[in-house]
């Protein structure tokens, strides 16, 4: 049930988010360390019905577009792979049947707030997980890297939700 | 045959997903042995041209502060000319070419994205090979110190930044001279910790730590910084301490690269040394 509508949005989305992420928000620092990665909000929002492999795909080239700018090939890939690959099973999981999904792709108007917070949380935990220990790749700094995944995932989940209010309003 | 093929078909999904994530696995740990020029080649082009477009934008948000750093550095380097002295004697200040040998040589580049917030930073500037930079030149700001060169593509070069977890610049202290090991633990960027100091160096809050000229990436002297906090571990052989560094790695502008004249020669010479 792919339209073009929907193929528009995403590949617009796949553009603008990697830009404002290796052009803006890459150059934010709060209280010195803490960055937002909001880029992965395009494989937050692909269609409930894409294909496995397509998913897989996709994520694997966003994460390569923000890898490029950053010079460090490999780690924004693993970190969104892994998320890709979680997303059916957590969708799934916090679904009550393939009925209960509404609309194309998943979003607060259509899924309410709770359903889209366990959604979001989850995989913004396993995405800032991947990517911050294998950035640091000691375990000696566990705690340290840690606290910085927490906040930076935090800071992450807040422009996630601000944007959903923002784009995808409630109807009155 | 028929077997393995529906065995893909239904295991599709993890097979793919294995597949890349071992392929992103390769990248991130054999690229990313930060001297492979060809990655920078390939992307410094592009990304390269990217962000330059952006910098030049953005710069002028940091105009006042860089303004601010070149007129300190243009009023130091005019307290150096001649004229600034006062000439008492005629012949006191005659240069003699045989004493005053030309070692080190700056070429100033600016900065065309810099991070603070990882755990491993780089800077990427505008000059490149072209411009005579070469790999594991020392990188300065003034008389602070920035990182080394780990890659150079012809207009571009990528920079390990101070605030890297590779990076281990050999210090000493300025007042005894004893050598320490300057590293970065990552988290805040202003702060850094100084390792192996010696149990008899009395260390105060406020003392200065300069490269010690034992590598050689940096001339001797480049200020690293000042000691912001101490403390004596009784159980082991060195101290530790935290420095807070004196380069402010959130806001550089423009920066110097350090060619140093003579690094040929004391190649050579650690060479036929070995030879030996």
Known sequence: MTTPKVVFYNVLRFFLLILLQVLVLNNIYLGGFINPYFYIYFILLLPFEIPGGLLLLFSFLVGAGVDFFSNTLGLNISACLAMAYARPYVISWISSGPDSLNGDSPSLKNQGLKWFLYYSISLILIHHFVLFYLEAFRFAEFFKTFFRMILSGTFTLLLVMISEYLFYPKEK | ?276
């Open chain 2, 1 to 276: 045959m028929r077997n393995l093929y529906v065995f893909l078909r239904k295991h599709y999904f993890i097979l793919l997903f294995l597949l890349l994530e071992t392929v992103s696995l390769l990248l991130l740990f054999n690229f990313n042995e930060f001297q492979n020029t060809a990655l920078v080649d390939l992307s410094g082009n592009f990304t390269g041209s990217i962000n330059t477009a952006f910098r030049n934008i953005s710069e002028y948000f940091s105009l006042r502060q860089t303004n601010k750093t070149l007129v300190e550095e243009m009023a130091k380097l005019h307290s150096r000319l001649p004229d600034a002295y006062y000439k008492s004697d005629a012949y006191s200040f005659y240069r003699n070419d045989t004493v005053f040998k030309l070692q080190y040589r700056y070429i100033s580049a600016k900065v065309i994205s810099n991070t603070t917030n990882k755990r491993n930073n780089f800077l990427m500037i505008s000059k490149g090979s072209v411009q005579g930079v070469r790999n594991h030149m020392g990188v300065v700001i003034g008389n602070r110190i920035v990182g080394q060169v780990v890659s150079v593509s012809p207009h571009f070069s990528w920079i390990m930044s101070m605030l890297n977890k590779d990076s281990r610049i050999s210090g000493k202290f300025k007042k005894n001279n004893q050598l320490v090991n300057v590293e970065w633990p990552g988290g805040n960027y202003r702060y850094g910790s100084v390792k192996e100091v010696p149990k008899h160096v009395d260390i105060i809050p406020g003392d200065t730590i300069v490269t010690s000229g034992n590598s050689d990436i940096f001339p001797e002297g480049i200020m690293i910084g000042t000691i912001s906090d101490f403390t004596a571990a009784p159980d082991e052989n060195f101290n530790s301490g935290t420095i807070l560094f004196s380069t402010d790695f959130n806001s550089l502008g423009y920066v110097e690269i350090v060619v140093d004249l003579m690094r040929k020669e004391k190649e050579d010479l650690k060479a036929t040394f070995k030879g030996e």
